[in-house]
């Protein structure tokens, strides 16, 4: 089933139209990978999704349109951004930058406490850090504060801007893990954008690729991975 | 010893209420990085609203209430009707536009409540001076090792003190505080959490001018008066209160505020010879000046530092 969908995405910063209209789908159960170089639109994409900047066209969430939703009420139907550069609140500790992830749900404060305890338990040392300001932890930490913290809103799709970002290859590896597991063990469904393929590909139901703003090539990850010329701009072999 | 103790106290009265008005100053630079050269003013237009509600016969304990409902509602609407447009197009151009709100309010003032001080019997007032929150007679003291110290001033720095454990708790404690928190923090990652920044904002605005008009009341039954330049050199002392305290600390507020008040007390009584109550306020500056080159910030103000 079809849980996001877009038609002629267009979005962009004043007159510099960044997107051009992207057609993407993300089914149920799915990690769907969209690939492309520095700005091919990935950040656009993403907070074009999430309503934080001005877009046009259609943005269809479990066949209702979305485009003209406030980010708060996207967040609450059930999409949860993990922005790029962690994008944490480096001043709060890391068990309030969890609580602000709660914001939107309107259950008990015990419900939100036993998330918060629940993704303590997947994400060890965050709770070993849970007192301590997010801006003293590491990029990895961050990273995984960042995903956590969109968890605790109770999301059904998971969009990540580029989490692989300045860590090193063992970090990002345990990451794209951590992604994984919770997209068979939740259930959860992901859309993560990528400059750095090779690890991405791995985990990937689909492939989109993005190039200055449009969609130029779609598939699997063994389709794409066959074609010699992405494999040679995007897997660099 | 006792002279001492009663300078230092008249000294944290004082301070208490540019603790006050700096606290407004801080909530909304934490919240938009926006000085608001009006906050000052706001706090007059509700203090003059206090004087009219206390002509009107209401008692002050409500009349200042209700000048901090003026205060929350000015403040609030500001935020709404000219910050969030005009910032939307440029940062600097709203500390333009909060110069704009400090004239157009003092006008305001003048404009209805006449240029005099007030409350003035020759312009017909009920009252014969502005009313204060506290016991204020002559013979309202308690003595303290040898020190007179009067119950106004105590209850004035209780006051700062219960407000700042109302703001403590506030921010610490509730969700519309971890909100303000997070907003000040990353405000496109608190809109990614779903947080309506533009809300907590308003909201932001709003308490910061309720807190100034508190600051304002009080200041006004200090002087037994109010009038349209009631509040210039207390928006001064403010913002420099904020400064030493570091803008984005709450708590350095009320510490710079304190400060600045017991340093300009002690600097005048003990050294009147040259410093006397003309150049108080250099002494003060002074020391801002010193703590400023040793700790850019302020003394509770973060310096961002993050791990990358």
């Known amino acids: 089933m079809t849980l ?17 209209g992207i057609d993407i789908e993300v089914n149920e159960g799915e990690i769907v990978v969209m690939l492309g170089a520095n700005g091919a639109g990935k950040t656009t994409t993403m907070r074009a999704i999430s309503g934080v900047m001005p877009r046009q066209g259609i943005i269809e969430y479990e066949g209702r349109a979305i485009q003209k939703a406030s980010p708060d009420a996207i967040v609450r139907g059930g999409i949860a951004q993990v922005p ?25 404060a015990a419900s939100v406490q036993a998330d918060l305890e629940k993704w303590f338990e997947v994400f060890p040392r965050l709770a070993e850090r849970h007192a301590q300001r997010a801006g003293s932890l590491s990029g990895g930490e961050q990273q995984m504060l960042a995903i956590a913290r969109a968890l605790m809103s109770r999301p059904k799709l998971l969009l990540c801007d580029e989490p692989s970002m300045g860590l090193a290859p063992l970090i990002t590896q345990e990451l794209f893990h951590v992604i994984e597991r919770l997209n068979r063990d939740e259930g959860l469904s992901v859309l993560l954008v990528e400059q750095n393929a090779n690890l991405a590909m791995h985990m990937a139901s689909r492939v989109y690729l993005l190039e200055t703003g449009r969609i130029v090539a779609s598939g699997s990850a063994a389709e794409l991975g066959a074609d010699d010329t992405i494999r040679k701009a995007y897997l660099g072999f | 010893m006792a002279l001492f103790l009663q300078r230092l106290v008249d000294g944290l009265a004082e301070g208490s209420i540019y603790a006050l008005l700096a606290l407004g100053l801080v909530i909304i630079y934490r919240g938009t990085g926006h000085l608001n050269f009006a906050q000052g003013e706001m706090a007059l237009f509700s203090t003059y609203t206090v004087y009219q509600f206390g002509e009107w016969g209401v008692p002050i304990g409500i009349a200042v209430l209700l000048g901090m409902c003026v205060g929350f509602v000015l403040g609030a609407a500001t935020e709404v009707v ?3 447009p005009i910032s939307k197009k440029s940062p600097f151009a709203v500390f333009i536009v909060t110069i704009g709100m400090f004239q157009l309010l003092n006008w305001l003032d003048g404009a209805i409540w ?8 020759a312009m017909g007032s009920k009252q014969v001076k502005f009313p204060s929150l506290f016991p204020s007679n002559p013979d309202d003291y308690f003595t303290v090792f040898g020190a007179a110290i009067t119950w106004r001033s105590f209850c004035i720095l209780a006051l700062v003190l219960v407000i700042g454990a109302v703001l403590y708790l506030l921010f610490n404690y509730t969700k519309l505080g971890l909100a303000m928190r997070a907003v000040a923090s990353n405000s496109e990652s608190a809109k990614l959490v779903g947080i309506r920044t533009s809300t907590v904002l308003m909201f932001s605005w709003g308490i910061a001018a309720a807190i100034g008009a508190l600051g304002g009341v009080v200041f006004a039954g200090l002087t037994t008066n109010v009038n349209q330049s009631l509040m210039f050199q207390v928006f001064i002392y403010a913002s420099a209160a904020a400064t030493l305290g570091g803008f984005d600390s709450p708590g350095g507020a009320v510490v710079g505020g304190l400060s600045i008040g ?3 007390n ?11 109550q003309e150049m108080k306020v250099g002494v003060a500056f002074l020391v801002i000046l010193a703590v400023l080159l040793l700790r850019p910030s302020g003394l509770f103000g973060t310096s961002k530092v993050e791990r990358v």
Request: no cysteine.
């Open chain 1, 4 to 20: 996001l969908r877009t038609q002629g995405l267009t979005a962009g910063y004043g007159p510099l139209t960044v997107l051009e």
């Open chain 1, 84 to 108: 790029q550069g962690r994008g944490t609140f480096p001043e709060l500790s890391v068990a309030d930058n969890m609580r602000a992830g709660a914001y939107v749900r309107r259950d008990s």
């Open chain 2, 82 to 84: 000219l910050v969030r």
């Open chain 2, 114 to 121: 006449g240029g005099q001080q007030l409350p003035s019997t």
């Open chain 2, 262 to 264: 017991v340093i300009q």
């Open chain 2, 266 to 276: 002690l600097a005048a009584g003990y050294a009147d010879e040259w410093v006397g």
